[in-house]
């Protein structure tokens, strides 16, 4: 299997849309956004493709449902097959989007939510759609700017934000990895804990939070591969 295949999600429709609007992040992070053909939830992905016989990639939907546009965040792998690519298309130009699916949706508890990188794409939905109070939001993140999106997050007193680097100190930030700050600082034990980040990330989160006695149960994950 050539690892262009690893997302192959079988026979997915996928729509021609054009890109509306590109909001550059700096360090090849990119929100591109396009017009809404479709209902959904937040915490939901859609897939994405340049070509119809390309296996398309995966995105959490980074906007609010009730948005007339779609927005999705992204970063650019080097050596990857199809954001190299996706970075390329401007505004006006045409990609291919599938229908959303997917189940991690936010709630209106008091729930954790755990995301380095851009897997704070789901949350920023939920935030956008009202889902934030009460929540404690813990971001990872190396320099100070790949906490995208954290002026959202921090302006909106509803939630504690708690952005996580261990080369950031600064204040309002904890320093030290959003792993040692679960390792070490109080949790409530009897919340949610929805994770959302790459596969290493999450499975080391789980496992810290796993010793501390949270139910496996309460650890929903969304796992960027
Ligand atoms: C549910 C879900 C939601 C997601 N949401 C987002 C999101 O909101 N934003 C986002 O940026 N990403 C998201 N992703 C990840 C996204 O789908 C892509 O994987 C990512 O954008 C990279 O795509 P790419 O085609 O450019 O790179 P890929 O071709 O997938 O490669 C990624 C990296 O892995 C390496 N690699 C891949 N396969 C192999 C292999 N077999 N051997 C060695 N190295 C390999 C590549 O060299 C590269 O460095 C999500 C993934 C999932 C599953």
């Given amino acids: 299997m050539h690892y262009a295949d690893k997302h192959s999600l079988g026979e997915i429709e ?8 590109i909001d550059n992040l700096g360090e090849n992070a ?8 479709f209902n959904f939830h937040s915490g939901q992905v859609v897939a994405i493709s340049l070509q119809k016989d390309e296996p398309p990639r ?13 927005a999705i965040l992204f970063k650019v792998k080097p050596d990857g097959f199809l954001t190299p690519r996706l970075a390329e298309v401007e ?6 989007v599938s229908r959303p699916f997917g189940a991690f949706y936010g709630t209106e508890n008091s ?4 995301a380095a990188g851009t897997g704070i794409a ?3 939905s939920m935030q956008k759609n009202g889902l934030a109070a009460h929540k404690t939001l813990i971001h990872g993140g190396r320099a100070e700017n790949s906490f995208y999106y954290a002026s959202l997050f921090a302006n909106d007193k ?3 934000y708690i952005p996580c680097s261990s080369t950031t ?3 309002g930030f904890y320093n030290g990895r959003l792993t040692e700050y679960l390792k070490t600082e109080h949790l409530d034990m009897d919340q949610s804990f929805f994770v959302c980040g790459s596969s290493e990330m999450v499975v080391q989160v789980r496992d810290i939070l796993i010793d501390r006695g949270v139910d496996y149960d309460k650890i929903i994950a969304e796992i960027y591969f």
């Fill in 169 to 171: 100190e600064k204040e």
């Fill in 58 to 70: 995966l995105y959490s939907i980074a906007s609010e449902p009730e948005n007339d546009e779609v």
């Fill in 158 to 160: 509803s939630l504690k």
């Fill in 111 to 114: 729930d954790y939510w755990i």
């Fill in 30 to 37: 990119f929100v591109y956004y396009f017009k809404r053909f």
């Fill in 122 to 124: 789901p949350f920023i």
């Fill in 91 to 96: 505004v006006g130009g045409e990609i291919l």
């Fill in 14 to 21: 996928l729509f021609e849309t054009k890109i509306t609007r």
